[in-house]
């Protein structure tokens, strides 16, 4: 359950960040009170992952995921590049992650 959680967590994160283009720097009230809420409920679904999952594998996953999400949504939604540097950011993020998951780290 602490892995469904987790995913879940890094969707509301990642709509979170989506929306804050949306809130045209917190001048606009209903996309900056959806930021609010999707940060809140990414921490408390966060918070019943950790439950099960270590911190720090699950951090780094709901974080590292969470960049590489929001990096390729922006590009897709927002036409954001996605250039050589970008993606190869990205690959590391993700390599990192899968080395701190294997590392046995989790509880």
């Known amino acids: 359950m602490g892995w469904l959680m987790l995913g879940l967590a890094i969707a509301t994160e990642v709509v979170g960040t989506l929306m804050l283009k949306a809130t045209d720097g917190f001048t606009k009230l209903w996309p900056s009170i959806g930021v609010a809420i999707a940060y809140v409920v990414s921490f408390a679904l966060l918070g019943q992952a950790l439950k099960t999952i270590g911190v720090g594998v699950a951090y780094a996953i709901w974080s590292g995921v969470g960049t590489v999400g929001i990096a390729i949504a922006a590009a897709v939604l ?13 690959a590391l993020v993700i390599a990192g992650v899968i080395v701190m998951n294997i590392s046995g780290s989790h509880s």
Not at 85 to 90: D, L, R, S
Request: proline letters at 8%; aromatic letters at 8%.
């Open 78 to 90: 927002f036409g954001e590049r996605l250039t050589l540097p970008i993606m190869a950011g990205m």
